[in-house]
């Protein structure tokens, strides 16, 4: 169980992780950064969101696939990797182009554009997917309740041969004639 100050602090970094991961992303052409440590900082964020609210919270409501987001991030880096073959170059091959932007007539400034920025995206959904759909399914396991399950109390086998009842679940104190004549 999360306080309010941990889950209002949670939804605060979540917020800069995810601006800061997009910037990591779009700069990874020119400087350091790019797909992959975009993508792992947006994990860590999506990650201390799933420890302060909770698995059962966030899959009632947001319902992720991240298998699916890994599968989308690994189709998108192949395609980017494969299309300039398509016209006649090498695999893998990287094009840039800058292009002036204008907003009714007016300079608003230039953009390089870079086709290994469409890979880096693919690598970016590709790590978000496949980290998370990692720790989810660690997750999911750990926090399985007991309470779906009938055997939740295994026997052990004492040295007598004798069988005991175990739970992680705290117990009601056994009433001794003692302790019932105490109570009265």
């Known amino acids: 169980m999360s306080t309010i100050i941990a889950k209002t602090v949670a939804r605060a970094v979540l917020l800069i992780a995810m601006l800061f991961s997009i910037y990591l992303l779009l700069n ?3 400087f350091p950064g790019g797909g992959f440590v975009g993508g792992v900082l947006f994990v860590c964020a999506i990650a201390l969101i799933y420890v302060t609210y909770g698995m059962k919270y966030i899959n009632s409501r ?8 890994a599968a989308y991030g690994l189709l998108f880096a192949s395609i980017t990797a494969i299309a300039p073959m398509l016209v006649g170059h090498n695999y893998f091959r990287s094009a840039f182009d800058h292009y002036h932007i204008e907003l009714f007539g007016i ?23 496949t980290l998370l759909f990692i720790l989810t399914l660690i997750a999911s396991d750990k ?16 040295l007598s041969g004798e069988a005991e009842a175990y739970s992680l679940k705290p117990q009601n104190p056994v009433q001794t004639e003692n302790n019932a004549e105490e109570s009265k």
């Open 143 to 158: 926090t399985a309740d007991p309470d779906d399950d009938d055997d939740d109390n295994s026997v052990l086998h004492g």
């Open 62 to 69: 947001l319902k992720p696939n991240w298998l699916a987001w």
């Open 28 to 30: 990874g052409g020119n």
């Open 107 to 129: 300079h608003i400034g230039n953009i390089e554009l870079l086709s290994s920025m469409f890979f880096d995206i693919g690598v970016y959904f590709t790590v978000i997917g």
